[in-house]
């Protein structure tokens, strides 16, 4: 396994929002995130990019044991994120914002830079064909010279997933993906998320969207009130009765 998460458990307040969260995620595979709002699935998410520290639990990433490490030893390990809420850089352009995304990956040493030598000349040639690269990936080349605050709901999303993918990251924590996407744009993301699950790239992801989610993971993990309450395919998910009793619901088109 790719990632291995063991007893993890967080509280803010008082209030428990992990107690002892536990699944497996499968290098190379698509898994899905799913509960009820408040189940802790953002707050995982956060302490698995390093952003929140657990209290207690394991955390392994390719072997080593990474809980507790900050956000940016973290994401220079290969984990690469995106968050419910973008956190873009609205002034800058699409393309400046997913440059920004190669900092741990781009070497930029200031002397060379300074003297407008011909090696700086190259490597930044090279992170901007990579930062369209990354855009084209997520078919939003054509907006790399706006500003990322000009972009439309859908875009900007897809533009988060392009400044992620910027890292070459071997594990892609997704939040919400494609929340408020239309038809097209779920179908494009669904593709593209799976062509890099094809190509080797692990992804974990959070999404309220059920036929999104059954369609594209291979297994699915379900919190509810920050317990793991289940972790399989999603047909066993879906007909699984603490999983409706808890999310799906009775009368579900799932159930």
């Known amino acids: 396994m790719l990632l291995n998460i063991e007893g993890i458990t967080r509280s803010f307040g008082g209030v428990s929002a992990l107690a002892g969260v536990s699944f497996s995620v499968a290098a190379g595979s698509v898994h899905g995130l799913i509960g009820p709002n408040g ?5 995982l998410i956060n302490v698995l990019s390093g952003v929140t520290q657990p209290e207690a639990g394991r955390v392994t990433f390719l072997g080593k044991p ?9 994401a220079a390990l290969g984990v690469a994120r995106t968050f419910q809420y973008n956190r873009l850089f609205p002034a800058m352009t699409c393309l400046e914002n997913v440059i920004a995304g190669q900092h741990l990956t781009a070497s930029r040493p200031l002397l060379p830079r300074l003297l407008c030598l011909p090696s700086a000349r190259r490597a930044e040639r090279e992170h901007t064909e990579r930062a369209m690269a990354c855009l084209e990936r997520v078919g939003i080349a054509h907006r790399a010279d706006i500003p990322a605050q000009s972009l439309s709901y ?7 997933i392009a400044r992620a993918l910027a890292s070459n990251p071997r594990l892609l924590l997704l939040d919400e993906p494609v929340a408020g996407m239309h038809h097209q744009g779920l179908e494009e993301v669904g593709a593209l998320i799976g062509s890099l699950a094809d190509e080797g790239m692990t992804v974990l992801l959070i999404e309220h969207n059920m036929s999104f989610v059954m369609g594209l993971c291979a297994s699915i993990t379900v919190l509810s009130f920050g317990r793991t309450i289940a972790t399989g395919a999603p047909q066993e998910i879906v007909n699984d009765p603490r999983v409706i009793e808890a999310y799906l619901g009775a009368g579900s088109k799932y159930d």
């Open 66 to 74: 990474v809980q507790g490490l900050p956000a940016h030893r973290i």
């Open 39 to 43: 189940a802790g699935k953002t707050t």
């Open 154 to 160: 859908g875009e900007r999303r897809r533009l988060e």
